[in-house]
């Protein structure tokens, strides 16, 4: 069983930055994919990034440019960088593991959720 805790949400300004941190615990595999969806209020939950164990990216079209995902696979962690924050972006964003994919279906494992508020 493997376990995601979300940390790093909050309130900002437009133009701001935020940085979202995944800790993972229990059965991990380095080899997965790691990955960060988003879901705002009466929408759907949206991918946002996924990085593979090699450290191959990618990044939903709304977001490439502005947020940058990483991870350290020694420290069984994930980043999500997120610059030039948007009304937009404010939404619960949830970190995920498994198969590489922007798939909502490909990730076994989630995190709670951190809430990310951007201000206009």
């Known amino acids: 069983q493997v376990q995601l805790v979300e940390s790093g949400g909050g309130l900002v300004q437009a133009g701001g930055s935020l940085r979202l941190s995944c800790a993972a615990s229990?059965?991990?595999?380095?080899?997965?994919?790691m990955a960060w969806f988003r879901q705002a209020p009466g929408k759907e939950r949206e991918f946002v990034a996924t990085i593979t164990s090699a450290g191959g990216t990618l990044y939903a079209r709304s977001v490439r440019g502005r947020f940058t995902i990483s991870r350290d696979n020694a420290k069984k962690m994930s980043y999500l960088q997120m610059n030039s924050l948007k009304p937009e972006d404010t939404a619960v964003y949830y970190c995920a593991t498994g198969q590489w994919s922007v798939e909502k279906r490909s990730y076994d494992y989630w995190g709670q959720g951190t809430q990310v508020t951007v201000s206009s």
């Open positions: 229990g059965r991990t595999f380095s080899t997965a994919a």
